[in-house]
């Protein structure tokens, strides 16, 4: 996946569940993920994007935050219209849920965490591991 399926897949996504995209901001140093905006009436939703690499490949993340996010600020939510249609949209990609996002962190086992980076930031959850804004 690029920058440019990343877009399509949240206009698409926004279309279908009658929200509107507020802006894109890219990857940001010293931050790992990139991040589509989409508004609501009750609420701006961010469709977060990272990407990781093992020996197994390329795999690519997402999750939904509440917007704005910020370093040290992501508040991970459910938006349940938008987990669905993403899912459909995002087929063979790994969607998270709040619940797996705060999760605490299993160092042996997958999702990608770096083990040393992990140890050193001590992120509060799985969710913060993934995306973070460590240096």
Same mark, same amino acid.
């Given at each position: 996946m690029d920058q440019k399926e990343f877009r399509k897949a949240c206009y698409e996504a926004a279309r279908r569940t009658?929200?509107?995209?507020?802006?894109?901001?890219?990857?940001?140093?010293p931050g790992n993920f990139e991040q589509a905006e989409i508004v609501y009436p009750h609420r701006t939703a961010a469709v977060l994007w990272t990407q990781d690499w093992d020996e197994g490949g390329r795999h690519e993340i997402f999750g939904i935050a509440e917007a704005p996010v910020g370093f040290g600020s992501i508040t991970f939510v459910d938006e349940p219209g938008l987990l669905a249609v993403l899912g459909e949209l995002l087929?063979?990609?790994?969607?998270?849920?709040?619940?797996? $996002?705060? +999760? %605490?962190?299993? $160092?042996? +086992? %997958?999702?990608?965490?770096?083990?040393?980076?992990?140890?050193f930031w001590r992120p509060d959850n799985l969710g913060e591991a993934l995306f973070n804004c460590w240096d």
């Open positions: 009658r929200g509107q995209i507020a802006r894109f901001l890219p990857y940001q140093q087929r063979g990609h790994r969607l998270y849920t709040r619940a797996e $996002l705060e +999760a %605490p962190i299993d $160092l042996t +086992a %997958p999702p990608w965490v770096d083990y040393r980076e992990a140890r």
